[in-house]
């Protein structure tokens, strides 16, 4: 009776251990599962991430509507604006720089352009300027860049607009500059002329 009893109670030890070794074994198998199953979630999520920036950077690339803060491309101008768009954030669009195109306040200016034109009320009220390729014998306005190798050499307050423009010629021994030109390297200014430059005054410069 006692080796029934006995060799009964090791049969329910027995199974006792066999089901906490098959509950062990679920609980791995579902932390596993779990485990992959949050592994694969996130390399889909990563995935989809790389995806959007990817596609982001494409979109960025090759111009088109994006909200107000994304960066501008190289090489690129802001030419509309919708003040509306990106649930009200605002919307800017942005194409590639060529020789005359009005671009919207605040957008950059491309290396090698120059502002020539503006218009208040251009690019949906917030004002728009013209761009163009820097030439020689071109009036900009006040604020446009001065290309390298390029001088002011007149000045007239009522152009662009009223804001004032400058006529930008390229340097050459001999030629008189408006206060503030750059004096390209290779060159000095010599006389004065306070009568030059529309009364602002104008500095006569040579080769060095």
């Not at 009893?5 to 089901?19: G, P, S």
């Not at 107000?68 to 942005?94: E, H, L």
């Not at 917030?126 to 390729?133: D, E, K, R, T």
């Not at 750059?182 to 306070?194: D, E, V």
Request: charge should be positive; include cysteine; hydrophobic fraction near 40%.
């Amino acid at each position: 009776m006692n080796s029934q009893l006995r060799q009964l109670w090791d049969n329910r030890t027995a199974i006792a251990a066999v089901r906490r070794r098959i509950s062990a074994m679920v609980g791995a198998v579902a932390l596993i599962a779990a485990v992959l199953t949050g592994a694969a979630t996130g390399t889909a999520a990563a995935t989809t991430g790389t995806a959007a920036v990817a596609a982001g950077e494409s979109k960025a690339a090759a111009g088109g509507w994006s909200c107000s803060g994304a960066p501008v491309p190289a090489g690129y101008v802001i030419t509309m604006y919708d003040r509306n768009g990106c649930k009200g954030a605002g919307a800017w669009f942005q194409q590639p720089a060529r020789d005359g195109i009005w671009t919207c306040s605040g957008s950059p200016i491309v290396s090698g352009y120059v502002i020539s034109m503006y218009d208040r009320n251009g690019c949906s009220g917030i004002g728009a300027w013209y761009h163009q390729l820097a030439r020689d014998g071109i009036w900009t306005c006040s604020g446009s860049p001065i290309v390298s190798g390029y001088v002011t050499t007149m000045y007239d307050r009522n152009g662009c607009s009223g804001i004032g423009a400058w006529y930008h010629q390229l340097v050459r021994n001999g030629i008189w500059t408006c206060p503030g030109s750059p004096i390209p390297a290779g060159y000095r200014s010599t006389t004065y002329n306070a009568t030059g430059c529309s009364g602002l005054g104008a500095w006569y410069t040579v080769r060095a």
